[in-house]
């Protein structure tokens, strides 16, 4: 399975530090890079 990564433009670097923000899900434990914080494995929500 492959992935694509667009960036868009951005004028503000946090923006862009906070899109690329690695989050590791406590119930899988699968690493995911989003900005919306959903397990891509399992489902699960940061939140």
Known sequence: MSTTTTERPTERATERTTERATWTCPNCHGATA??????????????
């Open 34 to 47: 989003t900005a919306k914080k959903r397990c891509r494995d399992c489902g699960t929500s940061r939140w």
